[in-house]
Each structure stands twice: as C-alpha cells, then as structure tokens.
C-alpha cells in the first residue's frame, strides 16, 4: 500500500471489513518516503486527529497541490468550506455556525423528524413495499437539512439532487478527478451557490426563524459572515449532513435484519434505539475514514510522516480495535460507550452530531415498532468508499403497522 489511491482500489465496497481487519492486523503501514500513512489503532486515530500538526486543509499536501491547477486552487482560496480548514480560519466560522446552530434549534426539530418519519413510513404501508433508502434513508435527512436551513419545501428535491453530485466530491479528496468529474461538481456547487445567495437575500430583508437568517445575522466581535463564507457554509451543511445520515439509517436498518434479536430489544424497550445508533455508527461507519496532511515532520506508527504528506485515519478499523472495546465484534446496543471515532474528534468533531443521533434514535424506534417480520431483499451499494452505505435497500414485511 503506498497511497490512497491504491488503498481505494483495493476496498470492496459491499464488505470492506475483511480489509480493516487485516490491515489493523498487520504492521504500521507508511511509505518509504514518508509521504503516506496507513492509520488504524484506536489510540493512534485519536491522537492524530487531536494533533495541531495534522491540518484538514488539502493545499498543504504535496500531493494535491501538485494535481490541483491554478484554476481550482483559486476557486477553493475563496471558499471557505471549515471542514477543509485550520485555525484560525475554521475556529472563526465554526464558532460563528455553532452560534446559529444551537441545541435548541436541534431539539425543535423532534416533532418535524417524527412527523416526516411516520409519513414516508404510511406511504410504504400504502404502496405495501419498502425500499429503504428512496423511500425513508434519503427523503428523511434532506428534509430535516432544508428545514433547518430554512429551504421552501418546493425546492428539497432540486436541493436532493445537488447533494448527490457533492457527496461524491469526498471520495476525489483522495483520488485524482477526471475532467468530467470536476465539471459535473463545479456546475452543482455553482447552482447551489447562486440559489443560496438569492435566499439569503430574501432572509436579510425578511428575517425567520431558521438557521439561514441566524448565519445571515451571525456577527461576532463585528465579524460578519461573508456571501462566500455563508454560501460554502450551507453547502457544507448539506453534503456533511445528508449522505452521512441517509448511511446512518440504512446501515441501522441492516442491524435491525441481520442482527439477532435486536428489533425484538428495540421494539420491546425504544429506549435501547440510542444506544443502537452508537451501535451502528460504531460498526458499521457512514464516514469509513478521513485524511490529513502533516505541516511538519511527525512522528506516526511505523516511521516518520514528511512534511506534506498525508495519513489516511481508517475510522472504521479503529471503531472494530479490540485494544480498546471488549467483545469487539458484538453489537450491543447497552455498550453505553461512544467512544467510537465516526465523528471525528479534536476540533473537527462533527458539529451535527446531535442532530444525527436524533434522527437515528427517532427511525430505528420506529422502524422497530412498525415493521412485522421484516426480510432483506435487493441490497446494493453506493459506489463511494469514503461515504458508504446502500443504494438500494428492499425490505420485505408481513406488516407495516400504524
Ligand atoms: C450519522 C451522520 C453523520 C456522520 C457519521 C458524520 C460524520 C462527520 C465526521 C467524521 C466529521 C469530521 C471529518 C474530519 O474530521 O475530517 C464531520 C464533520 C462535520 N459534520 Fe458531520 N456527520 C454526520 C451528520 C451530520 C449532520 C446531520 C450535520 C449537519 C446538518 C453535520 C455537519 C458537520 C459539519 C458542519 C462538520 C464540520 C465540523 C468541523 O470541521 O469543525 N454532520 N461529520
């Protein structure tokens, strides 16, 4: 293994497991020339990710500098996405989104996620067939991100079909994008830019209750959010926050099928769907790995990783390390431990954490307590290993109660 490309190469996009737990495994893999790294312990992924040295800003990687042309490097300068930057660039604008996106405004959103939920769910009932994922996993989340934001509830299916094509956009971090590629993303960030300006004007002259007109008003110590800053903010809002939880829920709703006993648990006590989501988010990761580029020598397993190069963080070999859980393997949704990295952690632990754990903990009650005698029937998987999850989940069912 001597890069990311040849490590996404190698995954099998159906079961990648067999992979991560070979490679937790095997020795500390890094190439010779320290300019890639193979992370998978528990304890090392931790460290990395809390390391002030481990930036999240691509142009700092010798790699992509060199594949990026003067025209993108461009077009990223002026868009401040936080994932992708370092304090103290991302400090200020993730304080600014955090200001807006409180958990007040999380919790408000219970009875929409309830609602929705139980709609697309009697729509199934109604049409006596479930395919999880375009009937519930992927409406769901895209609803509750548009009514977050504060996006017409005529326009979640054009929002839907942007998010699609900038999901994608996760897997090319790590891999070179062919022209096309990067065509097809430059026009749906273009048109999810220009229809976010034009709402954001709207909200400036008409303010609402909604986490667009807060990011319009977001000032702190006299610092605004700039149209660029609040655009490349929905945007991140939308792709961290959509295929991530469509995953979320059909990876839930295969533990319900396939592991013994747990429907029955949930459904008998709706309490235990928390700890299912932990359960979930653990073993089977919507968010498979993430990357970063070292500003200076360090010191990583097996060697030292250069100045520019990059460690990939393999969160779903950490997450499945027996140095750090008991039983690895076994799905128990009484864990009562979140310990699990499928958020991240140091700075860039994921801001929608809350969010996320709601949705999960509101649809696998649910889908626990309608579904009677449920059977998985076509299964295929989204071709993206960064964000994996189903494409098409098929369930069968004697029932789908009221
Ligand atoms: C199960 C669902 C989700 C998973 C597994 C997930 C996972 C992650 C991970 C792994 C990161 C950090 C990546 C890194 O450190 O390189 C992250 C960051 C982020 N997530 Fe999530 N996420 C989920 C849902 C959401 C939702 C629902 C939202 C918002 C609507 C959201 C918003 C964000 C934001 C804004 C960041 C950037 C944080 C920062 O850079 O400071 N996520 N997420």
Not at 252 to 275: C, F
């Amino acid at each position: 293994m001597t890069s990311a490309f040849d490590l996404l190469a190698a995954i099998d996009v159906v079961d990648p497991y067999p992979l991560w737990q070979s490679l937790l495994d095997a020795p500390p893999q890094i190439a010779e020339d320290g300019s890639f790294a193979l992370v998978t312990r528990h304890a090392d992924c931790a460290e990395l990710l809390r390391h002030p040295d481990m930036s999240s800003d691509a142009r700092n990687s010798t790699h992509f500098r060199a594949t990026m042309t003067e025209e993108e490097l461009k077009r990223i300068e002026k868009r401040e996405v936080f994932l992708f930057r370092d304090p103290p660039v991302h400090t200020r604008l993730r304080r600014l989104v955090s200001k807006a996106f409180t958990p007040r405004q999380v919790q408000q959103l219970q009875p929409f996620i309830e609602e929705r939920t139980r709609e697309l769910l009697d729509a199934a009932a109604e049409r006596g067939r479930l395919e999880l994922v375009a009937d519930l996993a992927y409406p769901l989340p895209v609803a509750v991100i548009s009514e977050l934001l504060g996006v017409p509830h005529e326009d979640h299916a054009t929002f839907a079909g942007w998010s699609a094509v900038l999901a994608k956009s996760l897997d090319r971090l790590m891999t070179a994008a062919t022209p096309e590629e990067l065509e097809e993303n430059r026009i749906a960030s273009d048109e999810f830019r220009a229809y976010f300006e034009q709402l954001a004007e709207q909200r400036r002259h008409d303010p609402r209750d909604d986490l667009l007109t807060a990011l319009v008003q977001a000032e702190e110590a006299g610092d605004r959010l700039t149209m660029d800053d609040l655009t490349s903010t929905a945007l991140l809002l939308l792709v961290a926050g959509h295929e991530t939880t469509v995953n979320l829920i059909g990876n839930g709703m295969l533990a319900l099928l396939r592991v013994p006993g747990l429907l029955e648990r949930v459904r008998d006590k709706p309490q235990l769907a928390e700890g299912m989501v932990e359960e979930v988010l653990r073993l089977d990761p919507p968010v498979q790995m993430t990357m970063r580029t070292a500003l200076k020598d360090i010191e990583v397993p097996g060697g030292t990783l250069r100045k520019g190069g990059s460690a990939v963080l393999l969160i779903a070999a950490a997450n499945r390390d027996d140095r750090e859980y008991d039983d690895v393997l076994t799905f128990e949704p009484g864990r009562d431990d979140s310990s699990h990295l499928s958020f991240s952690g140091g700075i860039h632990y994921c801001l929608g954490a809350p969010l996320a754990r709601l949705e999960g903990r509101i649809v696998f009650a649910e889908l626990a307590r309608r579904l009677v005698n449920p059977r998985l029937g076509e299964l295929t998987y989204r071709d993206n290993r960064v964000l994996r999850g189903p494409a098409v989940l098929e369930v069968g069912f004697d029932a789908l109660l009221p």
